[in-house]
């Protein structure tokens, strides 16, 4: 049986803040370490029935650039859904939420 690993580097400042993010993988397209501004875990803990989840940025992290983070998230969750579930409904009201949510962005 294969195994892979993926690892998360956080630098903290001296207010426990994220200063830098990593990360690397053993079946990543790069080798090393690569750097990036912000990341959103999300997992399903089968024990408990319950999401865990892990939202991390750093300073650097700009609002314009989470703003196409979190659409492009919600678009990425709505293509999943729609694969693991086949619900073309649903999946389609995510997209239009996303689509609805990106508008209401570009206002602010």
Same mark, same amino acid.
């Not at 994220?18 to 790069?30: G, L, Q, R």
């Not at 750093?58 to 579930?85: K, P, W």
């Not at 999946?91 to 602010?108: S, V």
């Given at each position: 049986?294969? @195994? @892979? +690993?993926?690892?998360?580097? *956080? +630098?903290?400042? &001296? /207010? @426990?803040?994220? !200063?830098? *993010?990593?990360? +690397?993988?053993?079946?990543?397209?790069? @080798?090393? /370490? /690569?750097?990036?501004?912000?990341?959103? *875990?999300?997992?399903?803990? !089968? &024990?408990?029935?319950?999401?865990?989840?892990? &939202?991390?940025?750093?300073? +650097?992290?700009? *609002?314009?650039?989470?703003?196409?983070?979190?659409?492009?998230?919600?678009?990425?969750?709505?293509?999943?859904?729609?694969?693991?579930?086949?619900?073309?409904?649903?999946?389609?009201?995510?997209?239009?939420?996303? !689509?609805?949510?990106?508008?209401?962005?570009?206002? /602010?």
């Amino acid at each position: 049986m294969a @195994k @892979k +690993e993926i690892v998360f580097t *956080i +630098e903290l400042d &001296d /207010k @426990k803040m994220p !200063k830098s *993010i990593a990360w +690397e993988a053993t079946d990543a397209p790069f @080798k090393g /370490k /690569k750097a990036c501004s912000a990341m959103m *875990i999300y997992l399903w803990d !089968k &024990d408990n029935d319950a999401p865990m989840s892990m &939202d991390l940025w750093t300073q +650097e992290m700009m *609002i314009h650039h989470m703003n196409g983070m979190v659409f492009n998230n919600l678009m990425s969750m709505a293509d999943t859904y729609q694969r693991a579930t086949r619900n073309d409904d649903a999946a389609n009201a995510m997209r239009d939420f996303a !689509k609805q949510f990106a508008e209401k962005m570009k206002n /602010k």
